[in-house]
């Protein structure tokens, strides 16, 4: 049973570019999280998805749009890189019917912008 | 809004030793409660949790974290740390209902334990 996996592993960007990452739930997970975690702090939650829509959003900017498809799978995309972007970005899974289930996390990106 | 407090940036604790990492949160209603564990590089994996029911909660790795709804806390403990237990510790503190999914964490701790 493959656990939550996201890709790439590192990327490294300049500013002002655009950047897309990408992550594929645990199987039968339909929910999918991001969130972002920036050196030597705790995550922060960017955005979920469920149902191909977004349904909840955390104190990120326009710049952050994500997107799910009807596999389930899920896009983070941060336009007009800023320096302030470079973090490890965590997508995490779980099934929403059960709401006690516990999100499972991937092992990030890492994002560096110079 | 949600919160949570970790005191502890690192602690350093002899392999053997007993250990107790501490967490405080912020929340209006009956939380939701986990403790994630990341090694260097790496993804987070759930220790344990807590939803309701019994306030003593065993998780992985010989690992149990105890709710107190008077105090806001949800401290992690384990008897005997191994020094494959060094890693950085993170509480989180979940809403519920279709809010269930946005966790909220702390910065973390840092544990680091000697031979």
């Known amino acids: 049973d493959a656990g939550v996996t996201q890709s790439p592993t590192h990327l490294i960007k300049t500013r002002g570019q655009q950047v897309t990452l990408r992550c594929s739930p645990k199987?039968?997970?339909?929910?999918v999280s991001w969130y972002q975690q920036a050196l030597g702090q705790g995550p922060q939650f960017i955005f979920q998805y469920y149902e191909e829509e977004e349904r909840q959003r955390g104190n990120f900017p326009d710049r952050f749009s994500g997107h799910q498809f009807p596999n389930y799978s899920s896009e983070l995309n941060v336009n007009a890189l800023l320096l302030g972007d470079s973090a490890l970005y965590l997508c995490?899974?779980?099934?929403?019917?059960?709401?006690?289930?516990?999100?499972?996390f991937g092992p990030g990106t890492r994002l560096t912008v110079l | 809004a949600q919160s949570v407090t970790q005191p502890d940036i690192h602690i350093t604790v002899s392999e053997g030793a007993s250990l107790e990492l501490r967490c405080n949160y912020s929340y209006g209603a009956t939380p939701y409660l986990f403790w994630y564990v990341q090694s260097p590089g790496q993804g987070l994996q759930l220790l344990l949790k807590?939803?309701?029911?019994?306030?003593l909660v065993q998780g992985i790795k010989g690992f149990e974290a105890e709710f107190k709804r008077s105090q806001s806390s949800f401290n992690l403990r384990k008897p005997s740390v191994h020094w494959s237990d060094a890693a950085e510790y993170f509480c989180?503190?979940?809403?519920?209902?279709?809010?269930?999914?946005?966790?909220?964490f702390g910065q973390g701790t840092i544990l680091t334990v000697h031979p």
């Open positions: 199987s039968g997970h339909d929910t």
């Open positions: 995490a899974s779980t099934l929403t019917s059960r709401y006690t289930d516990t999100q499972y």
């Open positions: 989180a503190v979940g809403a519920g209902g279709t809010s269930y999914g946005k966790l909220t």
């Open positions: 807590y939803f309701s029911g019994d306030t």
